[in-house]
């Protein structure tokens, strides 16, 4: 009985609450999504996941290259996630596995992994006439660094 009394208390003592809200604040606590669009980040090898066991130290960055620009040859220590947000993004890698060896290219709203740390040397290059935009994100530990460049071979 008293337990029945005290939630015909609190309802009574929401409701009033409610009644006392502007009506904006009313409706968007029960509106229905609208004009929202989602896309799952789609990567070169498939779908964008990962499992992860140990805590993670998030770095990045928004990159742009200019036209006829390059980052230089450089490893990611870590793995690095790479969306393309403007232009086309050419990666050139020294090494990997088929499918990641030699030149890839990755247009705006396309996206891929590198697995970081194991030895896969890479360029990035703009050979358009209009800058590259990319996002960057370094997926480490803390304590790691990323990414590490050296100069081309002599």
Do not use: C
Not at 24 to 46: C, H, M, N, R
Not at 96 to 124: C, E, L, R
């Amino acid at each position: 009985m008293i337990t029945k009394a005290l939630i015909a208390a609190a309802a009574s003592l929401l409701v009033m609450g409610l009644e006392g809200l502007p009506a904006y604040a009313q409706a968007d606590t029960v509106a229905e999504p609208k004009g929202i669009t989602v896309k799952g980040l789609v990567t070169s090898l498939g779908g964008f996941s990962a499992t992860v066991s140990t805590p993670l130290f998030v770095t990045g960055a928004t990159v742009e290259l200019a036209p006829g620009g390059q980052t230089g040859r450089q490893e990611f220590r870590v793995p690095t996630y790479i969306f393309v947000i403007e232009g086309t993004l050419i990666t050139e890698y020294e090494a990997g596995p088929i499918g990641i060896k030699g030149t890839q290219y990755h247009a705006a709203g396309q996206s891929f992994m590198d697995n970081g740390g194991v030895g896969w040397w890479h360029n990035f290059v703009n050979r358009s006439e209009k800058p590259v935009k990319y996002l960057m994100l370094h997926l480490g530990y803390p304590g790691r660094p990323d990414p590490i460049q050296r100069p081309d071979k002599e």
